[in-house]
Structure formats: C-alpha cells, structure tokens
C-alpha cells in the first residue's frame, strides 16, 4: 500500500470552540481546551468523549505498507487541488518549484484521479483501515515515493544528520582501515 | 565549509586514485586528508544537503500555505467519482 492512491474520510483536526457529548448525551460547546478539561475533572465529560468533528471523502497517499495487517492505521497524505491560485502560482507547483507541494499531473491510468493534484507534505494523518472507501486507484512511483520521503523528512524537522554524519563517519573509517592495511608490511 | 584554493604548483601531495582517500597521519592520528575531485563535490553535497536546518516552516511559501488552508478547509479538492463503489471497492 506505500504510494497507493485511495479515497478515504479524513477527520478534520477538532479545534476550538470544541463541541462533544456529555455523560447524558447533550453536546456542550467549550471555548478552550483548558475548559474541557474542567469539564473532565468535574464530571459533565468522560475523559474520553465523542467530539464533533467534521469529515470529507478525499484521494490520499498512503505512506506504509502493512504486510502483517496487525496495526489497522496507516500514515497518510492528503491530496489537494489548486485551482484558486493565480496562473504563475499554478505553474510554479506543476514547475516542482514549491517544495512542501508534490505535483500529480493528470495521468488516470497511473493516479486513478480525473484532473491535476498536489501532495500537501504538511497535511500527515493517521488513517483507520475502515475509512477507506476503495482499494487504491492509482500509485506513485519509487522515484516520486523517493522525493516525497526526503522532503517529508524536511516538512516534519526530521534531522537525519546524525544517521547520515554517523554513516559517513563509518565508510571513512572503513576506507581508511582498508588503505592502512594495504600499506601494513607483511611480516 | 571554508574552502581555500591553493595551486598544485604550490604543494606537492600524493596522486588520489578515483574514490581513494589519502590520510596524512601526525603523531599516530589523522591530520589531514586528501581526496579526488568528485569526492570533493559529493562532500559539498552532502553539507548542503544534511548541514543545520531552519524549522521547515520558516521556509514555507505563500503558494503552498495557501494550498494547505484551501484543503484543510475542505475547499478545492477533488470530486468523489461514486462509480469507485463499485469499480474500486475497499476490501
């Protein structure tokens, strides 16, 4: 499922005023976090409580395969148009030029979608293997799976320095055995 | 990484084979090393690419910040097709 292209109700992130059902089932409105949590400590909300939130069936790219289908989530990135934007912006997204924004041209055989669409690398969710509404329709290649994973790592201030410093150090140290012990006289 | 340019009329250094680093050892230890010229460049690379990072959304644009709004709004994304239902159903 890495690189599949697949619909899905995504859940917007909740968000004040927060709205959720109370022990007897009314839903109460809360303006802040810190009051829901009141809320919680003095008994009108269960610690875990349903909150209202929206959702919207939209293309996804899921980021994980699960070959043992024990973890039921996958990460994901949605899939967003850009239609409202000025022509040059437009262009500068399908130029590759904007790098928090993968562009999809349309190709249905390949991506399985009817127009043009961008990979949002700051739009990662968790999605349930139950929200999604179709087997994947399309795929994205290993060099676009390649792109996506680097500038993801960038979008989420992942810093691979140490692994990469770390791997670097290693090959210079094996390059340097290596000559040493070409040089070493055999006794 | 400072990089100063001296001639190879200037010094007199060991030839470096393709890939081949060579070390110039003092007292047992690394002092300085020498290496090719595509060396040299993925070296550079490599700076640029992994060296201090700013937090990526100091380096966010216009462009892709609007994008965002627009999607996490629900606004200007694409149309389900409902035929999927049934060409394309979910396991």
């Known amino acids: ?187 | 990484m400072h990089t100063r340019v001296v001639t190879a009329n200037e010094v007199r250094i060991p030839e470096p084979g393709a890939g081949e680093v060579i070390v110039v050892e003092r007292y047992g230890k690394p002092y300085a090393a020498v290496i090719d010229a595509d060396m040299l460049e993925l070296l550079k690379r490599l700076i640029a690419m992994f060296g201090e990072q700013p937090p990526a959304e100091l380096s966010l644009s216009d462009v892709a910040l609007q994008v965002h709004r627009n999607s996490e709004a629900g606004e200007d994304v694409e149309e389900f097709d409902f035929e999927l239902l049934t060409t394309h159903p979910a396991a």
């Open chain 1, 1 to 187: 499922m890495r690189g599949a292209i697949v619909w899905a109700f995504t859940g917007f992130q909740p968000e004040a005023p927060f709205q959720a059902l109370g022990r007897d089932g009314a839903l109460l409105t809360f303006g802040t976090a810190s009051e829901l949590a009141e809320a919680v400590r003095d008994g009108p909300l269960q610690a875990a409580s349903s909150f209202l939130v929206r959702a919207k069936l939209r293309p996804v790219v899921l980021l994980q395969e699960r070959p043992r289908g024990v973890l039921p989530e996958f990460a994901g990135l949605k899939l967003a148009r850009f239609t409202k934007l000025n022509p040059r912006d437009q262009q500068r997204i399908r130029d590759g030029k904007e790098r928090a924004l993968l562009y999809l041209p349309h190709d249905e055989r390949k991506y399985g979608l009817k127009q043009e669409n961008a990979v949002d690398l700051n739009s990662l969710i968790r999605l349930h293997r139950s929200t999604l509404v179709t087997r994947p329709v399309g795929y994205l290649d290993e060099h676009e799976l390649d792109v996506l994973g680097r500038r993801l790592a960038e979008c989420l201030d992942i810093d691979l320095t140490p692994a990469i410093r770390q791997g670097v150090i290693e090959r210079w140290e094996q390059l340097v055995a290596a000559q040493q012990q070409r040089r070493t006289p055999k006794p």
